[in-house]
């Protein structure tokens, strides 16, 4: 790059009018002698220029020239240590190399002696192992059936809390919607009205009194709904299933009730027969109303047997499962539901 640039340097000095004349230039002047000495003049002048142009144009190169042969010196010096080095590694790795051979064979060696002395102590801990595995499987199974039978149990205990409370929270609703009721009923009752509420309350309470062991046993319950006494007597010890035929145990206890009821001659009697939702599988009644009906008509007969007792307060009727007191989704729930309900109502004026 540094010759082209001193050929170029030259040729422009070349090219400028002074040299162009020296060499041959079509410059013409009226005076010849005056223009010859002026020719000569700046001629020499531009020759000294360009000689001094050249000398340093030369010095340059000449000195770069030194640089690059300096810079090819130490880049040719630079190869022949590589290429030293490169020849020691190469050296190096190939002892390196036949040094880890012999390692490998060594080891291989090493590693087939262990193997054959160590066969029979792998099979051994290998049966071992295979015993402990089968161990824990067993276990581990035994555990998992008996946290699915817990669990099991504990979803079946838990549902059967949750019944029970849904149960209670069902009769304490029924309750407190009864009271609330009584009580709004209360605050519109008469001066009459209040003496037969305190009349009926006098025979609930002879109820209660006769009625202790039935009540404690859960075969009769007495509850006051909209201004009513009602006696509930409880299937289980009045009829037998599908069946409308007063048990013989159950009439002691209507004996004790007629005996109250001939005291409060102002009352009318409503009998009311209830089934649950099971459907009657044949015998003698064609459904639930007809047998719920026969099984209220059945506790009205008995209580009027009695010749002093007004047949014209009484009526009888059957719903079926059509009234129940709670919902027919267990069996504890469709036992409270199959009753006879004896409901007095007190006289109104």
Request: charged fraction near 30%; include cysteine.
């Amino acid at each position: 790059m540094k010759s082209i640039s001193i050929f170029l340097g030259l040729s422009l000095l070349l090219t400028t009018p002074a040299m162009a004349g020296l060499f041959g230039g079509d410059a013409k002047c009226e005076d010849e002698t005056v223009a010859l000495e002026l020719k000569n003049k700046y001629c020499y002048i531009d020759k000294v220029a360009a000689e001094r142009s050249l000398a340093a144009l030369q010095q340059q190169y000449t000195n770069e020239k030194a640089n690059l042969e300096k810079q090819i010196q130490d880049l040719n010096a630079r190869i022949l240590a590589l290429e030293g080095e490169l020849a020691l590694l190469k050296s190096t790795t190939k002892e390196e190399g036949n040094s880890l051979k012999s390692t490998i064979k060594d080891l291989e060696k090493t590693l087939g002696l262990l193997r054959s002395k160590s066969s029979s102590k792998e099979k051994q801990l290998l049966e071992e192992n295979a015993k402990l595995r089968a161990r824990l499987s067993k276990e581990l199974e035994a555990l998992r059936t008996q946290q699915t039978t817990e669990r099991e149990e504990h979803s079946t205990t838990l549902a059967e809390v949750k019944n029970r409370n849904q149960e209670e929270m069902n009769k304490l609703n029924a309750d407190l919607h009864r009271l609330e009721e009584e009580i709004n009923s209360l605050k519109k009752l008469s001066k009459d009205q209040k003496n037969e509420l305190e009349r009926l309350q006098s025979q609930e309470k002879e109820l209660a009194q006769k009625l202790e062991k039935e009540i404690q046993n859960g075969e009769i319950r007495l509850k006051k709904f909209h201004n009513k006494l009602i006696i509930n007597v409880d299937n289980r010890i009045s009829f037998d299933s599908g069946k409308a035929e007063l048990k013989n145990s159950v009439k002691v206890a209507f004996d004790k009730i007629r005996k109250i009821l001939l005291a409060y001659p102002e009352n009318s009697i409503h009998v009311e027969g209830h089934t649950d939702s099971d459907k009657l599988g044949g015998g003698k009644y064609k459904d639930n109303w007809e047998l719920s009906s026969q099984r209220a008509l059945a506790v009205l007969r008995y209580l009027t047997q009695n010749k002093a007792m007004d047949s014209s307060r009484f009526s009888a009727i059957g719903y079926g499962a059509h009234h129940p007191l709670v919902p027919n989704d267990s069996a504890a729930n469709k036992g409270l539901n199959r009753r006879v309900d004896i409901v007095v109502v007190p006289r109104v004026r």
